[in-house]
């Protein structure tokens, strides 16, 4: 590979990255107007015009503010745990699966599940090296409930791997040419849809940020520019899985307006639930889990695997 090429991937992925922040600064005011709808008031807008630069507003006090710690947390696991966290949800997007000039992988599956697994240590450590006992109880409880999810997840994403029996993303778009799986496989969709809400501890599942009883969850002890560090991995999230959504049952990759319009519905809905839903119990969102989920995703995973055999 020439050296040019390597600059244009570089640069592309550097881009990418740009567009990724740029899209959950939006997708912050989005919610945040949303949420002011569904309430009866306005939402943020007096900075700008309707409220249109309050992300970077937001971002400039978080990010200038002073970076406290408390005395008896253990340091480096604090510091870095955020940042982290913030560059796994940022390596998820190089997934994206571009015709042209671009990291493409045929694995690409794999390096998802590896990724999403590896954001349950930061979660974990943040919640631990705080050294404070909400934060601890609030990192326990998410990484309980992301690791039951991502069963449900990986059982449900093979189902979609059968379907193609492929590993590479680009090839959900071919296979989806003249109708798109949601049609075919429309009770893993909607599995699919409350898994990755519990996946990215969003309301009805937000145990991990259980106000009422543990202050603010894991990330209670953060402030300023770690606390937007998670802010930040955690909308970046929601929009991948927004985009893995699109990806996996409303047609693949498109590189038209129509795949954004897409992708802005379904990130759409993920804020419409926590303006909506009020909050699952603990024991409920476990059994939703193993005991309906699991047995739901394993019976299509052999009925998938049926047909594949036998059409």
Known sequence: MLLKDMYMIFLGLLIL??????????????????????????????????????????????????????????????????????????????????????????????????CTSLGVYTVMIAG???????????????????????????LIFMSNIIMIMDFNMLNFYYYQMNIWFIFLMFPLSLCWMSSSLAETNRTPFDFAEGESELV???????SSGGFALIFL????????????????????????????LKLFFISFL???VRGTLPRYRYDKLMYLAWKSY????????LFFLGMKIFL
Request: glycine share 8%; hydrophobic share 50%.
């Open 294 to 301: 699991l047995p739901i995703s394993l019976n299509f995973l």
């Open 17 to 114: 990255i740009l567009g990724v922040l740029i899209g959950v600064a939006y997708l912050t005011l989005l919610e945040r107007k949303v949420l002011g709808y569904i309430q009866i008031r306005k939402g943020p807008n007096k900075v700008g015009l309707m409220g249109v630069l309050q992300p970077f507003s937001d971002a400039i006090k978080l990010f200038t503010k002073e970076q406290t710690y408390p005395n008896f947390s253990n340091y480096l696991s604090y510091y870095f745990s955020p940042v982290i966290s913030f560059l796994l949800s940022l390596m998820i997007w190089v997934l994206i699966p571009y015709y042209y000039n671009m990291v493409s992988f045929n694995l690409g599956i794999l390096f998802f599940l590896c």
């Open 128 to 154: 631990w090296s705080s050294n404070s006992n909400y934060a601890l109880l609030g990192g326990l409880r998410a990484v309980a409930q992301t690791i039951s999810y991502e069963v449900s997840l990986a």
């Open 216 to 222: 603010s969850g894991f990330n209670v002890e953060y």
């Open 270 to 272: 993920f804020i419409w």
């Open 233 to 260: 991995a955690e909308y970046s999230s929601i929009l991948f899985m927004s985009l893995l959504f699109v990806l996996l049952y409303l047609g693949g990759y498109v590189l038209s307006i129509f795949f954004y």
